[in-house]
């Protein structure tokens, strides 16, 4: 559950009806402001829309139900808190909240699923579970093993069913940014393509279906001054995730998912932030569905077209501050591919583009914009929340 996707479309979705104009207008600068409704907002339900503009998926949105668990105690605690708060940082989350929901895109994807967090004792316990059904459509591209350059790389269609589950759970480690924990997936999938061929192929390495289910380790530092648009701190994540027919897979495979961020303020109105992430698979992939392979994730850059057994990638970003309320940004991506099969078998891509960013909720710190994003292959548009990393 995407704490920034959340909270934009909280922004956009509540429907409460307010005759007075000045609602929707900050009382320190006139400009628009939605701070003081989600302040005011006492519903226990929120209709969420989604804007979807993935180029390998195009263009699609859902709509998404939030429901807020809290004692009246609870709901007026959090309304003080916002009210009370001037410059970001006020708490909108309750420790209790289920997200029900579905979208589509036009190339036929879809998804339903529901979720629901909870957290005890002031945020030192956390726990997540999430559940759903998919038909994901998806390009896959092969350089059949190097011998292809990457602008002559075979492209295939792919469909995916699924059905998953995941949960999580976090402990904070004495009184400290780190926190420590478990994760658990599970899914029960089956791909086909429309080439007879590909098709075949996926028929006899795959079968009519195939089980994953996976257990492994999770640690999360976090330092930002606000989760939504950081001016300073860094965060930093890592997983390790173990597959494997003891538990239930089909497949016997691991996975190791580290990244980091970092925003570092220059000056009054320049802030720098970078980030890095290093996806890698180990274990035979062969009876593995071609979207299990880790896979550039770059802005400008289309999910799944640059895949590998290690994924690497750097980003950078350099944001301008008009004020407190307009940011324009011109952000830098690479990426890197590599396989264990072959040294020579390796791809890489730069992205980039320009953004801006507007302040839509002063007392939340939450920003809301645009990004503009090119690579190679695709040309992007992305409806964001926060930095855009």
């Known amino acids: 559950m995407n704490k920034k996707i959340l909270l934009c479309a909280m922004l956009l979705a509540s ?3 307010v005759a007075d104009g000045s609602y ?32 390998a998926l195009g263009v699609g949105g859902g709509l998404v139900g939030l429901f807020l668990h809290e004692t009246e105690a609870e709901k007026a605690l959090r309304m003080q808190k916002a009210r009370e708060s001037i410059d970001g940082g006020a708490q909108l989350m309750p420790a209790a909240m289920t997200l029900v929901g579905a979208a589509g895109t036009e190339n036929g994807t879809w998804l339903a699923f529901a979720g629901h967090r909870h957290s005890w004792l002031k945020d030192s316990i956390r726990y997540t579970v999430v559940g759903g059904v998919a038909n994901a459509n998806l390009d896959i591209y092969t350089r059949l093993g190097g011998l292809l350059p990457p602008e002559h790389a075979i492209q295939f269609d792919t469909q995916t069913k699924a059905v998953f589950a995941l949960q999580k759970a976090q402990f904070r480690v004495a009184d400290t940014p780190l926190m420590l924990g478990v994760k658990q997936i599970w899914s029960e999938s089956s791909v086909s393509s429309s080439d007879p061929v590909v098709d075949w192929i996926f028929q006899h390495r795959l ?4 089980t994953t289910s996976g257990l492994g380790l999770v640690a999360e530092y976090d330092t930002r001054d606000n989760m939504f648009f950081p001016k300073q701190g860094y965060l ?8 494997d027919e003891h538990l239930g897979s089909d497949t016997n495979y691991q996975t190791l998912n580290v990244s980091g961020e970092v925003y570092v303020p220059m000056s009054e109105h320049w802030t720098f932030a970078a980030a890095a992430s290093f996806d890698a698979l180990y274990g035979d992939d062969s009876e593995l569905s071609p979207t299990a392979k880790p896979f550039v994730n770059l802005r400008g850059v289309s999910a799944f077209r640059y895949q590998g057994d290690r994924v690497a990638t750097v980003q950078s970003q350099l944001m301008y501050h008009f004020d407190h309320r307009w940011t324009v940004s011109a952000f830098y991506g ?15 891509v730069n992205a980039y583009g320009v953004g801006f960013r507007y302040q839509i909720a002063r007392r939340y710190g939450i920003h809301m914009g645009v990004d503009l994003a090119r ?15």
């Open 207 to 210: 079968g009519d279906s195939s």
């Open 15 to 17: 429907t409460q009806a």
């Open 236 to 243: 930093l994540t890592a997983d390790y995730m173990v597959f």
């Open 334 to 348: 690479y990426g890197q591919t590599a396989n264990y099969s072959s040294h020579e078998n390796q791809d890489s």
């Open 24 to 55: 929707f207008f900050d009382e320190k600068d006139g400009q628009l402001d939605l701070g003081h409704h989600l302040a005011e907002n006492a519903y226990g339900f929120l209709p969420i829309p989604m804007v979807i503009t993935e180029p």
């Open 375 to 389: 690579s190679g292959d695709d040309n992007a548009i992305y409806f964001k929340v926060g930095s855009g990393f």
